[in-house]
């Protein structure tokens, strides 16, 4: 099972950047497919950014255009890179399998768009 650490979050103004890093455990990591999901209070926890192994993705509508995920298999790492943010991208976002179910979640980082 992977086990994940995300980091990067932060409180940035509307039109501002931010990147996110997930550090994933694990020797079979590259063959999963990993994405980032959010959640905003009250709502439901959703998909953001998915990336397979073989570099296939999948965006959210809210994001897309705006959001890159990539993935850096020899370092067992997963980025967000996230621009021009909206007040509405603001949610904890979290890093774990995608296509495949999903291990225990971790602590995800806080993002906070604000002005």
């Known amino acids: 099972q992977v086990q994940l650490v995300e980091s990067g979050g932060g409180l940035v103004q509307p039109g501002g950047s931010l990147r996110l890093s997930c550090a994933a455990s694990?020797?079979?990591?590259?063959?999963?497919?990993m994405g980032w999901y959010r959640q905003a209070p009250g709502k439901q926890r959703e998909l953001v950014a998915g990336?397979?192994?073989?570099?296939?993705?999948n965006y959210a509508d809210s994001v897309k255009g705006r959001f890159t995920i990539s993935r850096d298999n020899a370092k067992n790492m997963v980025y967000l890179q996230m621009n021009s943010l909206k007040p509405e991208d603001t949610a904890v976002y979290f890093c774990?399998?995608?296509?495949?179910?999903?291990?225990?979640w971790g602590q995800g980082t806080q993002v906070t768009v604000s002005s």
């Open positions: 774990n399998t995608w296509l495949t179910p999903p291990g225990s």
């Open positions: 694990g020797s079979i990591f590259s063959i999963y497919a």
């Open positions: 990336l397979t192994s073989s570099g296939r993705t």
